[in-house]
T-cell receptor, first 113, second 112 residues
Framework: ETGVTQSPTHLIKTRGQQVTLRCSSQSGHNTVSWYQQALGQGPQFIFQ???????GRGNFPPRFSGLQFPNYSSELNVNALELDDSALYLCASSLVEVPGEAFFGQGTRLTVV | GNSVTQMEGPVTLSEEAFLTINCTYT??????LFWYVQYPGEGLQLLLKATKADDKGSNKGFEATYRKETTSFHLEKGSVQVSDSAVYFC???????????WGAGTKLIIKP
């Protein structure tokens, strides 16, 4: 098992810019989910991908988008960054057959200034 | 909608004390319930889970019982150690829905 890895670990962007965050899933996992975690709060579900298609989405606007690649790695893209987008972004991989049991990366800390 | 409420932290205990972290939920149907833990500098890890009423999840000395009548899933441990210091999150997954709904987390500090 290689675990879930995310890159970069920290990032500073300017309001209005675009950002791409990357995630490499645990070997054998077919599902990737992304979460946003504000300081002192629990994670908020952004969306989930299974077999390269989005199959679930939380209450986030369309400027949050993603991709899942055949090797189960994933990207989260955020356009037109806002100050409130500053947060820890978490990637989680899992098996669709075992929902809820997710393996998390350490996250990317995004700061929008 | 579905939601999870956890007791506010931080919770500070001495080593070998008994631990309870309260978690209650609101959900339609029959959700699955989870406790995740985040140790300093590490990613979230699944600690234990329960998928139906009266199930007891257990791991590393921690236990939690799915109580449908009180909509609760309290986390307990009989004797905590300094190494248990972490942030603990209660979460649920509603039936037919893949996303996890999370509580705000409870920071646990264990003093030697």
């Amino acid at each position: 098992e290689t675990g879930v890895t995310q890159s970069p670990t920290h990032l500073i962007k300017t309001r209005g810019q675009q950002v791409t965050l990357r995630c490499s899933s645990q070997s054998g996992h077919n599902t990737v989910s992304w979460y946003q975690q504000a300081l002192g709060q629990g994670p908020q579900f952004i969306f989930q991908y299974y077999r390269e298609e989005e199959n679930g989405r939380g209450n986030f606007p369309p400027r949050f988008s993603g991709l899942q690649f055949p090797n189960y790695s994933s990207e989260l893209n955020v356009n037109a960054l806002e100050l409130d987008d500053s947060a820890l972004y978490l990637c989680a991989s899992s098996l669709v057959e075992v929902p809820g049991e997710a393996f998390f990366g350490q996250g990317t800390r995004l700061t929008v200034v | 909608g579905n939601s999870v409420t956890q007791m506010e932290g931080p919770v500070t205990l001495s080593e070998e004390a008994f631990l309870t972290i309260n978690c209650t939920y609101t959900a339609t149907g029959y959700p699955s319930l989870f406790w995740y833990v985040q140790y300093p500098g590490e990613g979230l890890q699944l600690l234990l889970k329960a998928t139906k009423a009266d199930d007891k999840g257990s791991n590393k000395g921690f236990e939690a019982t799915y109580r449908k009548e009180t909509t609760s899933f309290h986390l307990e441990k009989g004797s905590v150690q300094v190494s248990d210091s972490a942030v603990y999150f209660c979460a649920l997954r509603g039936g037919g829905n893949y996303q996890l709904i999370w509580g705000a987390g409870t920071k646990l500090i264990i003093k030697p």
